[in-house]
Nanobody
């Protein structure tokens, strides 16, 4: 059974930083693109960032560009989301997705989702 386990969320003041991790179990995704999404209360889930299988290509939503960095360590089968200069608008549950299609600077998620990790940014 494939599971994606996110960690690293928490409560942070505006301007602070957090680093999220996503560690799949049950299979390796070292040859697959992966991504991060988020869902704020009463809003639809939205794309945040994606990374290709090698880590050589990344793609970000305009709202986080320049503040967030996605990376991966294929040896550890883990991806990360470094979030700097956090804003109250970044408050959401953050979800990891694995095995999607990364093409033409777009990421189309696959069916593998984590349970989410809550990020709350206070003003």
């Amino acid at each position: 059974q494939v599971q994606l386990v996110e960690s690293g969320g928490g409560l942070m003041q505006a301007g602070g930083s957090l680093r999220l991790s996503c560690a799949p179990s049950g299979r390796t995704f070292s040859s697959d693109a992966m991504g991060w999404f988020r869902q704020a209360p009463r809003k639809e889930r939205e794309f945040v960032a994606a990374i290709d299988w090698s880590g050589g290509s990344t793609y970000y939503a305009d709202s986080v560009k320049g503040r967030f960095t996605i990376s991966r360590d294929n040896a550890k089968n883990t991806i990360y989301l470094q979030m700097n200069s956090l804003k109250p608008g970044d408050t959401a549950v953050y979800y990891c997705n694995a095995g999607g299609v990364y093409s033409n600077n777009k990421y189309y998620p696959a069916g593998y989702w984590g349970q989410g990790t809550q990020v709350t940014v206070s003003s």
